[in-house]
């Protein structure tokens, strides 16, 4: 599907998302990978919400995000709890929802100007 921007004058945003993979400023993603307004980190070692533990959100914490929203695929899944708590515990939102509604989540988020961050598991 293919996402229409409105104002987001030179921030990532996603521009489009399919089974496997989701383009964000019209590049094409088929890996994991980790969004914020200013940044990309495109080489986020994650390939399943099993395998995810605290130290793969360093680099994101690092940024302070208000908010990381959590992408899981294409069905809604929940990491361990104790990474939910973590996060939490820093003074940082997350929300866990499958792929397609963490890329409209995320672009409504920056569209009014919050700092949110999205993490998806490709």
Request: hydrophobic content about 40%; proline content about 4%.
């Amino acid at each position: 599907m293919k996402l229409h921007p409105a104002n987001f004058s030179n921030q990532n945003i996603f521009t489009g998302y399919g089974d496997g993979y989701v383009t964000v400023n019209q590049i094409r993603h088929e890996k994991s990978l980790i969004v914020l307004p200013d940044r990309l980190i495109s080489d986020w070692p994650v390939t399943t919400i099993a395998q995810l533990e605290i130290k793969h959100f360093d680099d994101l914490i690092h940024q302070m995000p208000e908010i990381i929203i959590l992408g899981t695929g294409s069905t809604h899944q929940f990491p361990n709890q104790s990474i939910l708590i973590q996060i939490m515990k820093m003074g940082i939102g997350i929300e866990v929802m499958d792929t397609q509604a963490c890329c409209r989540t995320y672009n409504i988020l920056v569209e009014e100007g919050r700092r949110a961050s999205a993490a998806l598991v490709l």
